[in-house]
């Protein structure tokens, strides 16, 4: 199990990405990628998973967002700047579209700032689906790693 303290993350060594019937939804090579056992209809928790320098990938994303909101939660994978070359590069298109997901254009679907959650894309890469998983379950938390906060594009 996932959990956020003020040390940072931490997770048991386990297989499994999701617990209970959270869906993952993820752009990976131009497709969406599902990880989770459940239906986006029955799942109780939707992770929306968005790197917005590729955020023309993500339009088909909007569409579960708007018709799961109550149950969605985005995550928006942005670099700091202590981040690696390689999860800088294009950040000035990623700040662009960023709209596109925090509710910024009237055509988009607007998700509570409670449901949006920044986690650093150096971090995701590392580390993948558990800091989601236990963004989500952190009360009041919404960026990951808390300290990077001030420093992540956005």
Not at 52 to 79: C, G, S, W, Y
Not at 107 to 131: A, F, H, N, W
Request: charged share 20%; hydrophobic share 35%.
């Amino acid at each position: 199990m996932a959990s956020l303290a003020d040390g940072g993350a931490h997770w048991a060594n386990d297989d499994k990405t999701t617990v209970g019937s959270q869906i993952i939804l993820e752009v990976q090579n131009g497709r969406v990628q599902t990880r989770g056992e459940s239906s986006l209809d029955e799942a109780e928790q939707i992770f929306v998973v968005v790197d917005p320098r590729n955020a023309e990938a993500h339009i088909p994303l909007l569409d579960v967002m708007k018709k799961h909101q109550k149950k969605t939660t985005l995550f928006l994978l942005l670099p700091s700047m202590t981040s690696s070359p390689t999860c800088l590069t294009g950040i000035e298109v990623g700040i662009m579209s960023m709209g596109c997901f925090t509710g910024e254009y009237e055509s988009y679907p607007s998700l509570p700032t409670e449901q949006i959650c920044y986690v650093r894309l150096d971090d995701y890469k590392k580390y993948g689906d558990q800091i989601l998983i236990a963004l989500a379950n952190a009360e009041g938390k919404t960026v990951y790693p808390r300290e990077e906060a001030a420093t992540m594009a956005g």
